[in-house]
């Protein structure tokens, strides 16, 4: 009598040794990833200028949680991670991405740019802490072979991106309305006071001859 094909369930394949291995480089690979990309914003230079605390705490941030991942890519226990560890780090990845184009965007462009949209920005910077935060908050760090000091790192990041606000320094706004008045005045043909004049220039960052010229060919190219 032949036996249908059917009697018999479907074999389960189990896992190679290759494929494990290459799960556990993929998972390294990741947090190498994030390990670059923390390293690449703590490189940054704070902006001077404007949005100068924001930049701060965000290349501040950036270097702990760099820390991290520096002791997770040398510690043999946490070479393999939970699908949600996993799923934090990839999120992670691409909140890191965002923030490290926001800050270049914010270094390269022309300080009268960054002034105009002061307030979007550092809504930016706040939107992108929250998400850091968030994802901070489900990681499930009990679960990795962290150093005490390692984990009060993570913790203190994380503690840190929840007190995040939208606000502005005043000093930015301040200078923003200044700038607005001066526009103003120039529209209806009034010549500002050279002293205000030179305040602004100097509270910009543009207190010689070259670094006007910078701005001015930065705003050559935005417009």
Not at 44 to 63: A, E, V, W
Not at 68 to 95: A, D, W
Not at 204 to 223: F, P, W
């Given at each position: 009598?032949?036996?249908?094909?059917r009697?018999?369930?479907?074999?389960?394949?189990?896992?190679?040794?290759?494929?494990?291995?290459?799960?556990?480089?993929?998972?390294?690979?990741?947090?190498?990833?994030?390990?670059?990309?923390?390293?690449?914003?703590?490189?940054?230079?704070?902006?001077?200028?404007?949005?100068?605390?924001?930049?701060?705490?965000?290349?501040?941030?950036?270097?702990?949680?760099?820390?991290?991942?520096?002791?997770?890519?040398?510690?043999?226990?946490?070479?393999?991670?939970?699908?949600?560890?996993?799923?934090?780090?990839?999120?992670?990845?691409i909140?890191?991405?965002?923030?490290?184009?926001?800050?270049?965007?914010?270094?390269?462009?022309?300080?009268?740019?960054?002034?105009?949209?002061?307030?979007?920005?550092?809504?930016?910077?706040?939107?992108?802490?929250?998400?850091?935060?968030?994802?901070?908050?489900?990681?499930?760090?009990?679960?990795?072979?962290?150093?005490?000091?390692v984990?009060?790192?993570?913790?203190?990041?994380?503690?840190?991106?929840?007190?995040?606000?939208?606000?502005?320094?005043?000093?930015?706004?301040?200078?923003?309305?200044?700038?607005?008045?001066?526009?103003?005045?120039?529209?209806?043909?009034?010549?500002?006071?050279?002293?205000?004049?030179?305040?602004?220039?100097?509270?910009?960052?543009?207190?010689?001859?070259?670094?006007?010229?910078?701005?001015?060919?930065?705003?050559?190219?935005?417009?």
């Amino acid at each position: 009598m032949a036996v249908s094909p059917r009697v018999f369930p479907s074999r389960k394949r189990c896992p190679s040794t290759g494929s494990s291995i290459s799960s556990k480089f993929a998972d390294l690979n990741l947090v190498k990833s994030l390990l670059s990309l923390s390293q690449d914003i703590s490189a940054l230079k704070p902006l001077q200028c404007l949005l100068k605390q924001k930049s701060l705490s965000t290349i501040n941030k950036s270097k702990l949680l760099a820390i991290v991942f520096e002791q997770l890519l040398h510690n043999p226990v946490s070479t393999s991670f939970s699908p949600l560890i996993l799923l934090c780090f990839e999120e992670m990845y691409i909140v890191f991405q965002r923030i490290k184009t926001l800050m270049e965007d914010c270094c390269n462009g022309s300080k009268m740019w960054l002034l105009m949209r002061i307030q979007p920005l550092a809504n930016s910077f706040h939107e992108l802490t929250l998400e850091l935060s968030t994802l901070l908050d489900i990681f499930p760090v009990s679960e990795l072979d962290l150093s005490q000091d390692v984990e009060e790192l993570f913790v203190l990041v994380r503690k840190h991106c929840s007190q995040s606000k939208p606000s502005i320094d005043p000093r930015d706004d301040s200078l923003r309305r200044d700038v607005l008045a001066l526009l103003h005045q120039i529209k209806k043909e009034i010549v500002p006071h050279h002293l205000k004049l030179k305040q602004i220039l100097d509270n910009l960052g543009l207190s010689n001859q070259s670094s006007c010229r910078e701005e001015i060919e930065c705003l050559q190219d935005e417009i």
